[in-house]
């Protein structure tokens, strides 16, 4: 995900980039390509990016394990300082170019926000119901009529010691 800035005039544009989930090393939780929709606005001292990611993942869900596929989206804000000499910058959001250098290279970040845009609890549906603990049949397709009030009951090993020790 490169961007050539050297190649664009002063001013505002947007363009489009993208490349494969497995170039950028995420093939394990997404497929395809992952899409940046990028505004630039350049100047002689900076160069702004506006970004908007986009990328298809597929997972498990967490209750039902049915594979679910969704597309999840992130936006982020680079800003790049032109410089005389070879800087090095820590802030993840803020770089420095040097004269020596002509791209940008988008990857890096492409792999960060991807990753953070995915959902912290892998669901197929917000309402997922699971599976029934006690059959294992899928509660979203339909109800099964397990009890489970006895498998919930922590107290029942107790329940049966104290059983025992009364008779
Ligand atoms: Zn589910
Ligand atoms: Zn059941």
Request: net charge negative.
């Amino acid at each position: 995900m490169i961007i050539k800035y050297t190649n664009f005039s002063d001013g505002l544009h947007e363009f489009k980039l993208s490349e494969s989930s497995k170039k950028l090393g995420l093939e394990d939780l997404f497929f395809g390509d992952i899409e940046v929709d990028c505004k630039m606005d350049k100047s002689p001292h900076q160069i702004v990016l506006d970004c908007s990611l986009t990328a298809s993942t597929k997972y498990d869900c967490d209750r039902c394990a049915k594979e679910t596929i969704k597309m999840v989206s992130n936006n982020f804000l680079l800003s790049f300082m032109f410089t005389k000499e070879k800087q090095e910058s820590d802030n993840f959001n803020f770089k420095m170019l040097s004269p020596e250098e002509d791209k940008i290279d988008l990857s890096a970040d492409a792999y960060e926000y991807a990753e953070l845009a995915l959902p912290m609890k892998k669901l197929c549906n917000e309402e997922c119901k699971g599976l029934c603990p006690k059959c294992g049949r899928n509660l979203n397709e339909k109800f099964c009529n397990c009890d489970l009030t006895i498998e919930n009951d922590i107290w029942a090993p107790l329940k049966s010691l104290k059983d025992k020790f009364n008779n």
